[in-house]
């Protein structure tokens, strides 16, 4: 079944190619007989002195309205069997922009007609189609353009989000990564010297979702190692205090920022660890993954902030 289709759309092809080459060998014949006054007659618009010229634009006329049609009718046939709205609308506007044409064809038909068979219509041609002609341009343009915008600017706009979360969490994980540099998994070239490694972060978009999960991922891998030090207590309290200032989500990570921070210091000073029963469970515990995004982004946002480094303990490093 495959192949037949396949066979159909290879003839149809070749018919159309043959039909192409047969109509613009017919111009250039029809061309040849015409003298340099034909042609500047028809471009004038006196049809009734331009006959080979007549002939050409008749041909034109039939060419191009048979192409139209078909236009037409398979965008609006592919509108009705699509999923993408936007896609839908785009092909609507293509359809719209075929009957346009079609109306520009019908007047220069009119046009011709009239001039050959009775008199010339008392007003400009051109000038006339031209405005049928940028209104059907605009369609088209906008028509196939809208697919691309329809997912384009959703795209761009979830690279922009994408961007300003992983620049968020860079101070959080610098942080983090200094303790435990071993669980970052490098991206960069490696021929890029190790000074333009910062910038190559920062400038490179390609894979962002990715990174920017990988970052989570390695933010959490240090959190997981520092669960002996993480105070439960030290967390309560820290939040008792700072909802006094903050509102809950906001307080919530100023306690979380202090209690890892606590937790990295007395890591790194290879002091003992809390007792089991006031080791905190970990400060992040959503099924979702971009969950987990929104909440580094808050602890990142309040880091460095003054209300943490007030609530903070007396701390080494």
């Known amino acids: 079944m ?10 149809r092809l070749r018919l159309h190619l043959w039909t ?34 007549s002939a050409a634009v008749l041909l034109y006329i039939i060419y191009s309205a048979l192409t139209f049609i078909l236009v037409t009718m398979l965008a609006l046939l592919w509108a ?29 038909t009119f046009f011709l007609v009239a001039a050959l068979l009775f008199t010339r219509p008392g007003y400009d041609q051109v ?24 997912t384009g600017i959703p795209a761009a706009v979830r690279l922009a989000r994408q961007r300003r979360a992983y620049g968020r969490l860079r101070p959080l994980w610098l942080a983090l990564t200094a303790h435990r540099p071993d669980v970052v998994m490098s991206c960069h070239p490696s021929w890029l ?36 030090h993480l105070d439960a ?24 920022a202090v209690m890892i921070r606590v937790a990295l210091d007395h890591a790194s000073r290879g002091e ?19 969950r987990y995004v929104l909440w580094w982004q808050r602890v990142a946002q309040v880091w460095g902030s003054p209300t943490t480094a007030r609530l903070s303990p007396q701390l080494t490093a």
């Open 233 to 256: 207590d030290l967390r309560a309290q820290v939040l008792a205090q700072a909802r006094l200032e903050h509102d809950d989500d906001t307080a919530q990570a100023i306690a979380a």
């Open 193 to 228: 010297p190790k000074a333009g490694v910062t910038a190559w972060d920062v400038l490179d978009l390609r894979e962002l979702a990715f990174r920017l999960y990988r970052r989570v991922i390695e933010c959490w891998d240090v959190i997981a190692g520092l669960h002996g």
């Open 127 to 150: 000038s006339a189609e031209y405005w049928i002609l940028l209104v059907a341009v605009q369609f088209l343009v906008v028509g196939l353009a809208m697919p691309l915008v329809a």
């Open 80 to 108: 009705r069997g699509i999923r993408s709205r936007w896609t839908a609308i785009g092909l609507r506007l293509v359809a719209a922009s075929g009957v346009l044409f079609g109306l520009y064809l019908l007047h220069k």
């Open 20 to 53: 192409l080459a047969g109509v613009l060998a017919l111009r250039w014949l029809l061309a040849i007989p015409a003298s340099p006054q034909d042609a500047a007659a028809g471009l004038a618009g006196d049809w009734h002195q331009a006959p080979w010229t």
């Open 272 to 290: 003992v660890t809390v007792p089991e029963n006031r080791r905190a469970d970990s400060p992040d515990n959503f099924r979702d993954l971009s």
């Open 2 to 11: 495959g192949l037949a289709a396949g066979g159909d759309r290879r003839r």
